[in-house]
Nanobody
Framework: QVQLVESGGGLVQAGGSARLSCLAS????????MGWFRRAPGKEREFVAAINRSGSSTYYAGSVKGRFTISRDNAKNTVYLQMNSLKPEDTAGYYC??????????????????WGQGTQVTVSS
């Protein structure tokens, strides 16, 4: 199986930035898409961003497009989510995800096969 561990969450003021990291270990597949989802209290899980194995293709939710950037360092088995211009509505638990999907956009539609435990991001106004 695949183990995913997130880090980097915390308290951030509106307009500020944060960077989340996801360290992957265990079994790996070249076809895995890596991504991030989030869930706010009382809300359904929401897709945030995804990236393919080579890093050549990314896909973002419209609510974060232009503010968030997903990237990966395959040598470190790590996926990052750089979050800029944070808004209070970005407050949520953020979950790293891995899935055997054909494209990053497909992760938005189909979800993932493996999930991290989540890291909380709280944005104050």
């Amino acid at each position: 199986q695949v183990q995913l561990v997130e880090s980097g969450g915390g308290l951030v003021q509106a307009g500020g930035s944060a960077r989340l990291s996801c360290l992957a270990s265990g079994r790996t597949f070249s076809g895995y898409i890596m991504g991030w989802f989030r869930r706010a209290p009382g809300k359904e899980r929401e897709f945030v961003a995804a990236i393919n194995r080579s890093g050549s293709s990314t896909y973002y939710a419209g609510s974060v497009k232009g503010r968030f950037t997903i990237s990966r360092d395959n040598a470190k088995n790590t996926v990052y989510l750089q979050m800029n211009s944070l808004k209070p509505e970005d407050t949520a638990g953020y979950y790293c995800a891995a899935g055997y999907r054909p494209t990053p956009e497909d992760m938005r539609l189909k979800g993932a096969d493996y999930w991290g435990q989540g890291t909380q991001v709280t944005v104050s106004s």
